[in-house]
């Protein structure tokens, strides 16, 4: 039973053009979703974080947007540029319980071609 | 620099024989985690530390232990119980917000393969 999914495995898109990566999740225990970002035989990068109080949160290039009624996220990528090709990954806890476990998608490989 | 340090990058090993991979941060973090990622797959949880010398099994801790006898340390050892051990490993941290009481983003080491011959 995955909780959170991520329905693409897969992403083409254009430089400059906007990337988009979906993720939905079933538990309404979760409050707290987060965007990892990961290069082939490395860790996970932290990108951008959205509590579930919001619906949107920027820094620079990276937008998350939060639906909870749908139990819906996303990440917007604009302008995206080729140094972006990796696996995204969404993830979600229920941060008021103990040790703050992540539950992670199954990744979606984002492709950007010059 | 803070972080978090995983030995060693590769790791083989032959059937029925126990390894242990390392994990160590320097970042003051209260809480640690071990994960394990399969190709095409997401990661999912083995075990987490939330303090010293305390650590609760995660989704798939079949055939793995822990120990946390300090603060910047949490090793994971795999058994020769374990069914599948061949897959890349994952150390992460994250520090406690104290005056909210919920968890920070957690950070992660840079990962351990291993490969079973």
């Known amino acids: 039973d995955q909780q959170v999914k991520q329905n693409s495995p897969s992403l083409s898109v254009q430089e400059g053009r906007i990337s988009i990566l979906n993720c939905d999740y079933t538990?309404?225990?979760?409050?707290?979703f987060l965007w990892y970002k990961k290069y082939p035989a490395e860790g996970p990068t932290f990108l951008i974080s959205?509590?579930?109080?919001?619906d949107k949160n920027e820094d620079g290039r990276f937008t998350v947007f939060l639906n909870k009624s749908a139990k819906h996220l996303s990440l917007h990528i604009v302008p995206s540029q080729p140094g972006d090709s990796a696996v995204y990954f969404c993830?979600?806890?229920?941060?008021?319980?103990?040790?703050?476990?992540?539950?992670f998608g199954g990744g979606t490989r984002l492709m950007v071609k010059p | 620099d803070g972080g978090i340090t995983q030995s060693p990058k590769y790791l083989f090993r032959k059937e029925g024989q126990n390894v242990t991979l390392s994990c160590e941060q320097n970042l003051n973090h209260d809480a640690m985690y071990w994960y394990r990622q399969d190709p095409g797959q997401g990661l999912r949880l083995i075990y987490y530390s939330q303090i010293v010398n305390d650590f609760q099994k995660g989704d798939i801790a079949e055939g793995y232990s822990v120990s946390r006898e300090k603060k910047e340390s949490f090793p994971l050892t795999v058994t020769s119980a374990q069914k599948n051990p061949t897959a890349f490993y994952l150390c992460a941290s994250s520090n406690r917000d104290r005056s909210r009481g919920t968890y920070n983003e957690q950070f992660f080491g840079p990962g351990t393969r291993l490969t079973v011959l």
């Open positions: 538990n309404s225990m979760f409050d707290y």
């Open positions: 993830a979600a806890s229920a941060r008021w319980n103990a040790g703050n476990m992540l539950t």
């Open positions: 959205i509590s579930s109080i919001k």
